[in-house]
């Protein structure tokens, strides 16, 4: 009996055995010199081009030149001279915008006939061109403005062919090189000719006369007029 329990024993050991290989031989193996990559479960895939959004972003448009010249703007100056000359507001160039302190009401550029009130008049002078020309526009800080387009005088031209010369003779240059960039009539509101130069007196008068911008090798220079033989050169830039 005990070796009949020995042999049931052996055999139960046996198929145990063969079961526990055979689960084993299962398990599938990994082909040799591979090795496993884990990817997280929560990796987002990324968005496909054909989905992105492609769409530019707008880009803002440039604030419009907006220059206060008290109680007018410059954007109303180029309208109006736009509408005048029948042309687009973007093909008028600012050249010059200064502050100016003119002899009388008439803002520099009086009208034959006219008789205006002999007061200082703080204002802003304003130089655009369009096709090469350029047109003047005097204003008072009241907010009135005048489009001043007044007819170069022979005695006029005297006086810018004098002030060419006089520059042709501090620069060393040729008369001919000398460009004229502009020329108005002005009424200066004392003897300085709107050119006061510190510690010297000048005679309290209303003084009419010109300024007159020359230009040489790029550099601009201002001059400003009284009578035929009197004239300072003020400012160069």
């Given amino acids: 009996?005990?070796?009949?329990?020995?042999?049931?024993?052996?055999?139960r050991a046996v198929a145990l055995v063969c079961s526990f290989l055979a689960a084993c031989t299962a398990i599938p193996?990994?082909?040799?010199?591979?090795?496993?990559?884990?990817?997280?479960?929560?990796?987002?895939?990324?968005?496909?081009?054909a989905?992105?959004?492609?769409?530019?972003?707008?880009?803002?448009?440039?604030?419009?030149?907006?220059?206060?010249?008290?109680?007018?703007?410059?954007?109303?100056l180029k309208a109006e001279l736009a509408k005048k000359l029948q042309v687009t507001e973007k093909s008028l160039?600012?050249?010059?915008?200064?502050?100016?302190?003119?002899?009388?009401?008439?803002?520099?550029c009086p009208e034959p006939g006219m008789m205006y009130a002999q007061v200082v008049t703080p204002g802003h002078r304003?130089?655009?061109?369009?096709?090469?020309?350029?047109y003047t526009y005097h204003t008072a800080l009241a907010g009135n403005y005048v489009l001043c387009e007044?007819?170069?005088?022979?005695s006029?031209?005297?006086?810018?062919?004098?002030?060419?010369v006089d520059l042709a003779a501090r620069s060393g240059a040729a008369v001919a090189?000398?460009?004229?960039?502009?020329?108005?009539?002005?009424?200066?509101?004392?003897?300085?000719l709107g050119c006061a130069q510190a510690g010297k007196v000048y005679s309290m008068v209303i003084t009419p006369g010109l300024r007159v911008t020359l230009e040489l090798a790029g550099k601009r220079y201002d001059y400003r007029t009284g009578a035929l033989d009197e004239f300072v050169l003020c400012e160069s830039s």
Avoid: C, F, Y
């Fill in 177 to 192: 090189d000398i460009v004229l960039l502009s020329s108005e009539a002005v009424q200066w509101s004392d003897s300085s």
């Fill in 1 to 11: 009996m005990r070796a009949r329990a020995a042999g049931i024993a052996r055999q």
């Fill in 93 to 108: 160039v600012t050249v010059v915008v200064e502050a100016v302190e003119w002899g009388d009401a008439s803002l520099g």
């Fill in 126 to 134: 304003v130089l655009l061109a369009v096709d090469g020309k350029q």
């Fill in 150 to 154: 007044q007819a170069e005088s022979s």
């Fill in 29 to 49: 193996s990994e082909a040799p010199g591979v090795t496993r990559t884990m990817k997280p479960t929560s990796a987002i895939s990324p968005v496909p081009t």
């Fill in 156 to 164: 006029n031209a005297a006086v810018i062919d004098l002030l060419k």
């Fill in 51 to 76: 989905l992105q959004n492609t769409a530019a972003v707008p880009t803002a448009e440039p604030a419009p030149l907006v220059v206060d010249l008290g109680k007018v703007e410059l954007n109303v």
